[in-house]
């Protein structure tokens, strides 16, 4: 018996996947983060220079690295351009404090040509943006962060305080440093 797939618009939505609207996110705030994942030169003026010589990028002697990221250093971190990058291996860098049940909207820019694919754990996203171009909003987990491009979303941090982290999705890239903590700061509700 062949039978029709249901239309999406058809479908129930899930409770937590209720639109994250301008009232929303206003009500709570309005917080919004601008954040980058880039490889750099070790020569870069978004690192604290000078950065030290081992363990922060991958040195001319290792002749099991591909021969373009010889001088690189892959950081995550706060997008604004006074900022410092966090370095080579940034994972137990807490960059982001956020309060319990906050409600944020975050832009990720990737500063090279690879599209980093983002994810952040616990949170789904409530896509919104492209580019800086508003979008039909849609919700997603993991996110291609376009080419030397931008991707705008929002999250509600319900349900959990403590660390956990955002990153890129390539796993030689958040190895190497694209992978930070969020520290969500409150007192969590007793769920039985
Ligand atoms: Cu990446």
Redesign the pocket.
Known sequence: MSTALPLAANLPVYADHRPITDAELASNGGKQRNLV?AILSTESSRLPQPIPESDWSVPADDTTAPPFLVGQVFVSGDASLSSKLAPFQSSLTTTQTVALDAVEEWTINSLNV?P??FHIHFNDNYVVKVNGEAVTPFWADTLPVPPNGSITFRMRFTDYTGKYVWH?H?LD??DLG?MQLVNVIGTQKVIL
């Open positions: 994942l690879y980093h694919p890129c390539a890239h958040e694209m």
